[in-house]
T-cell receptor
Framework: QQQVKQSPQSLIVQKGGISIINCAYENTAFDYFPWYQQFPGKGPALLIA?????SEKKEGRFTISFNKSAKQFSLHIMDSQPGDSATYFCAATQPTGGFKTIFGAGTRLFVKA | DTEVTQTPKHLVMGMTNKKSLKCEQH?????MYWYKQKAKKPPELMFVYSYEKLSINESVPSRFSPECPNSSLLNLHLHALQPEDSALYLC????????????FGEGSRLTVL
């Protein structure tokens, strides 16, 4: 019940295309869903996050779509650029329930120039 | 630039050595974390300190010993490690009260020979 399932494992997109990464969760107590971006040799960095009372959040080229009834959320990267090539982790947490963040398995994105 | 600073960036040690990893943050965060990350895997929680007190120990072997000398510093003491302990060790911090956002350092790459 604590798992966050993430797909696909890897993704290759042409420059200018849309990258889509999907995640699903089981625990309805989760109430904060961040996405982290990690470049090789670096630590993860918070990219964008959403709470379940919002169906969509957009920051620049990055959009999170959230479907509370389906317990699914996804990251869309519009106009994907080679500089977006990184590993993306979705995550779920319950800030009022402690300090644990449950990470998805990660998606390795490669944007072809 | 990350505001969580980790040293050293790289460490090679033998199985009988004693070494320490260090982490420092000056964001006023009162929760600090150690994560372990293996290649192509998500970060795995090891320890959490909240207000300088150990809050979570995820059943980590005693050859890993955390220490939080003050609200800005976090250490991880290493002794008698095994080759399978080779990984990227990430320090993170979060706002007082834990909003769900983690701020990661760039990590310390540990190789155990």
């Amino acid at each position: 019940q604590q798992q966050v399932k993430q797909s696909p494992q890897s993704l290759i997109v042409q420059k200018g295309g849309i990258s889509i990464i999907n995640c699903a969760y089981e625990n309805t107590a989760f109430d904060y869903f961040p996405w982290y971006q990690q470049f090789p040799g670096k630590g993860p960095a918070l990219l964008i996050a959403i709470r379940p009372d919002v169906s969509e959040k957009k920051e620049g080229r990055f959009t999170i779509s959230f479907n509370k009834s389906a317990k699914q959320f996804s990251l869309h990267i519009m106009d994907s650029q080679p500089g977006d090539s990184a590993t993306y982790f979705c995550a779920a947490t319950q800030p009022t329930g402690g300090f644990k963040t449950i990470f998805g398995a990660g998606t390795r994105l490669f944007v072809k120039a | 630039d990350t505001e969580v600073t980790q040293t050293p960036k790289h460490l090679v040690m033998g199985m009988t050595n004693k070494k320490s990893l260090k982490c420092e943050q000056h964001m006023g965060h009162r929760a600090m974390y150690w994560y372990k990350q293996k290649a192509k895997k998500p970060p795995e929680l090891m320890f959490v300190y909240s207000y300088e007190k150990l809050s979570i120990n995820e059943s980590v072997p005693s050859r890993f010993s955390p220490e939080c000398p003050n609200s800005s510093l976090l250490n991880l003491h290493l002794h008698a490690l095994q080759p399978e302990d080779s990984a990227l060790y990430l320090c993170a911090s979060s706002h007082p009260g834990y909003t769900g956002e983690l701020f990661f350092g760039e990590g310390s790459r540990l190789t155990v020979l």
